[in-house]
């Protein structure tokens, strides 16, 4: 086959001649991988929508002609990813709905202990260590700290490998380290642990310019925690609160490396946009909700290879910041509009 792209669509006469077996086991597990659990269809729902006009496809001239077994396999997988891209996009589209209307406000329960020892207890930190000589200091040190919360709340500890922030809801935040085998809620990778370090140092700098302003920051629990169903269950690694008095600032705030984001219409970055839908459902004058992603791939590497790159100031307006940009914590409190007197516009 030869010659430039063109567009075109999934021929009605193709439809009979697909394997609908391997299409129909195929978007089962795709919907339980996704935890579309009240998502209903039929062969002839997914019929209809190859049939539709909802999609187009640029390809070769030929790519639906059919001359042996391997072609046909190749069409089919062709018709499940037009399937799989209609069923996120329809899903998406009501569940978000769907959250905007039954969203509620309601104050933050008592972190539950990160160490306990009955099952029942709620969420825990669970360490694995191997029982090696040479981690017996480390082994003891553990067990100690785990009933001894004033150690932990002591910012020169050096016995877990962790990160120490005194506005933190919970202690201690754990870091991933090879002197543990393994931790489960897993522990910061360093796109986070630099967040909470560069966080901290800002306001250690600064204390003048928050003196009544209240902030709090919570590590995100992964699929129990707060997430966003309309984009694939996302839950943003972190929570930051920015109290004054009754008014408050809700921030959802994710670190993490942008490689394979699709630009700025990608999703995660325009929850930006999307929580301020959610926030007027909410109905709360007070309470406003922000999204940011603080990315630790830096913009040079980012839009590296791009023929028309959006500008950093693009990024920066759609509230994605860059890690290795050292004034981000400043443009970041900039963007969220705080009058740092200690009022909020």
Do not use: C
């Amino acid at each position: 086959m030869g010659g430039d792209l063109e567009e075109t669509k999934l021929p009605e006469e193709m439809i009979g001649l697909l394997n609908w077996h391997e299409i129909l086991k195929e978007i089962s597990e795709y919907k339980m991988s996704r935890g579309y659990w009240n998502l209903i269809y039929d062969r002839k729902a997914l019929e209809d929508i190859l049939l539709s006009d909802t999609y187009k496809i640029y390809a070769l001239p030929g790519i639906f002609v059919v001359k042996s077994k391997e072609d046909l396999e190749r069409i089919t997988n062709v018709a499940l990813m037009i399937t799989k891209k209609y069923i996120d996009q329809f899903y998406r589209k009501y569940a978000k709905s769907f959250e905007t209307k039954y969203m509620k406000y309601e104050m933050l329960k008592r972190q539950k202990p990160l160490f306990v020892f009955e099952k029942d207890e709620g969420y825990s930190y669970t360490i694995q260590v191997k029982k090696i000589p040479e981690n017996k200091a480390l082994i003891e040190d553990i067990k100690k700290l785990a009933r001894d919360f004033e150690t932990l709340s002591k910012e020169d500890l050096k016995t877990l490998p962790r990160v120490y922030f005194a506005k933190h809801l919970y202690l201690p935040i754990l870091l991933q380290s090879k002197a543990i085998e393994r931790i489960s809620p897993s522990g910061l990778v360093d796109s986070e642990r630099e967040f909470i370090q560069d966080l901290k140092n800002y306001l250690r700098d600064n204390k003048e310019k928050f003196a009544n302003v209240e902030i709090y920051l919570l590590r995100n629990f992964p699929r129990s925690g707060i997430g966003f169903f309309n984009l694939s269950g996302f839950y943003p690694d972190f929570i930051m609160w920015l109290k004054n008095g009754k008014k408050q600032k809700i921030i959802f705030i994710d670190p993490k490396g942008l490689e394979h984001t699709k630009g700025l219409d990608d999703e995660k970055i325009q929850l930006s946009v999307d929580v301020k839908e959610l926030e007027r459902g909410l109905g709360k004058k007070d309470v406003v909700l922000e999204s940011f992603i603080l990315s630790q791939t830096s913009y040079d590497k980012l839009v590296k290879g791009r023929t028309t790159p959006e500008p950093k100031e693009e990024y920066i307006k759609n509230h994605v910041l860059f890690l290795d940009d050292k004034e981000w914590p400043n443009k970041f409190f900039e963007l969220l509009v705080v009058n740092l007197g200690g009022r909020f516009k």
